[in-house]
């Protein structure tokens, strides 16, 4: 059975650190992209970041460069994203999803998501 599930959510202080991981059965990780998206409560579902299929291409959205980092190992069927000087406007669900083909902004062109990890940044 395709899955995608996220694990690593929680409660942070500003400033703090949280490492995302999304682990994938059903399917072999190594042919998909992998999109990050989040969606906070009142809001649309936004992208996040999302890695190519080898890993060699990355996109982050402007809100999150240079703060956030995404990554995979196939081998463990897992992609992660480590979130570094997380603020409170971060605070949202957290959902990995697999990409039809290539990295794209748009939540149409994904078509298997986990169930989202909460993240909340707060003092």
């Known amino acids: 059975q395709l899955q995608l599930v996220e694990s690593g959510g929680g409660l942070v202080q500003p400033g703090g650190s949280l490492r995302l991981s999304c682990a994938a059965s059903?399917?072999?990780?190594?042919?998909?992209?992998i999109g990050w998206f989040r969606q906070a409560p009142g809001k649309e579902r936004e992208g996040v970041s999302c890695?190519?299929?080898?890993?060699?291409?990355?996109n982050y959205a402007d809100s999150v460069k240079g703060r956030f980092t995404i990554s995979r190992d196939n081998a463990k069927n897992t992609v992660y994203l480590q979130m570094n000087s997380l603020k409170p406007e971060d605070t949202a669900v957290y959902y990995c999803?697999?990409?039809?083909?290539?990295?794209?902004?748009?939540?149409?062109?994904?078509?298997?998501w986990g169930q989202g990890t909460q993240v909340t940044v707060s003092s």
């Open positions: 890695i190519s299929r080898a890993g060699g291409s990355t």
């Open positions: 999803a697999r990409a039809r083909g290539s990295c794209r902004w748009s939540i149409y062109s994904y078509d298997n």
């Open positions: 059903g399917f072999t990780l190594d042919y998909y992209a």
